[in-house]
């Protein structure tokens, strides 16, 4: 397609928790733990902008995205079946930097738990995962067998912890922590590991064009004003100012 945008058909497109999908898309698909996707699921204008959507797994060629019914687009998306066509962009962003050793936690909010599949199997066994929900959990079956441990909390005492997950989860236990989920989350997370142990944050931001262009998504840092489709997503927590 003339705009860097290729097609990838669907293979299967299910919800697998309320308002929760997994799309399986077969094409030619690559990048690494912690880039996107942008995705459009419509011909028309409108809505105009794809949406940005982070690499869950890819195996055998194949791209697994996981993503949450929020407005528009993802309802849009929500409706296509096997053999229906997406449009996407990428790989975008810089994703995640992976270590190979030392005790490492994963702590997820929400639909943040996306991009951990994929990272979950790039790193060694010694990782545990402290995930967090509002209600029912999901994806962590799919994650269970590449991480040591699995944590979670829920705020309405469903499943695991009633609480925040950042309740269950001790800095001083790990070298690494990696986070997504929603700002004000990873912004407990930033500040609980605050000179304790390094944290890698996967950001938030609306996106427009995805590749560095218009400017819209970009957040403040130390180094000043960055985007969150170029220099991110994943940002030192060090260099995020809360
Ligand atoms: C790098 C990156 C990776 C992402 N990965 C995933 C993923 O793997 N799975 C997933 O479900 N979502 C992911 N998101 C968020 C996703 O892009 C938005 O939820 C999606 O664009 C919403 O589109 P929509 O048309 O359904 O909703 P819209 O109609 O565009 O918006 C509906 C509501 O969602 C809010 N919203 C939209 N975009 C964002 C955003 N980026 N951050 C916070 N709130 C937003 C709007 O303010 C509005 O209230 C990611 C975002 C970024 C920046
Ligand atoms: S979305 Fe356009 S610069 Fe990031």
């Known amino acids: 397609m003339k705009d860097g945008y290729k097609e990838g058909t669907i293979y299967s497109n299910d919800e697998i928790s309320p308002n929760i999908f997994e799309v399986i898309l077969e094409g030619d698909f690559h990048g690494i733990p912690g880039q996107f996707y942008m995705i459009r699921g419509w011909e028309a204008l409108d809505p105009f902008l794809a949406r940005p959507i982070s690499i869950a797994d890819i195996d055998s060629g194949k791209l697994k995205l996981l993503y949450e019914l929020k407005g528009r687009g993802t309802h849009i998306i929500s409706k296509l079946k096997k053999g229906d066509k997406l449009s996407l962009l990428g790989p975008l962003g810089n994703g995640f930097d992976l270590k190979e050793e030392g005790r490492i936690a994963i702590i997820t909010g929400g639909i943040g738990i996306a991009p951990m599949l994929y990272l979950a199997k790039n790193l060694p066994d010694e990782v545990d995962i402290y995930s967090g929900f509002r209600s029912n959990a999901y994806f962590l079956d799919q994650?269970?067998?590449?991480?040591?441990?699995?944590?979670?909390?829920?705020?309405?005492?469903?499943?695991?912890?009633?609480?925040?997950?950042?309740?269950?989860?001790?800095?001083?236990?790990?070298?690494?922590?990696?986070?997504?989920?929603?700002?004000?989350?990873?912004?407990?997370?930033?500040?609980?590991?605050k000179g304790i142990v390094p944290v890698y944050a996967s950001m938030e931001s609306r996106m427009a064009c995805g590749i560095g262009v218009c400017l819209g998504c970009t957040i403040e840092t130390t180094r000043g004003m960055e985007r969150v489709c170029k220099e991110g997503p994943v940002f030192k927590g060090e260099e995020v100012v809360i």
């Open 143 to 193: 994650i269970r067998p590449y991480v040591k441990s699995v944590n979670i909390a829920t705020e309405d005492g469903t499943t695991g912890h009633k609480g925040f997950v950042t309740e269950l989860f001790e800095p001083s236990k790990y070298d690494l922590v990696y986070t997504c989920g929603p700002t004000p989350m990873m912004e407990v997370v930033i500040e609980m590991c």
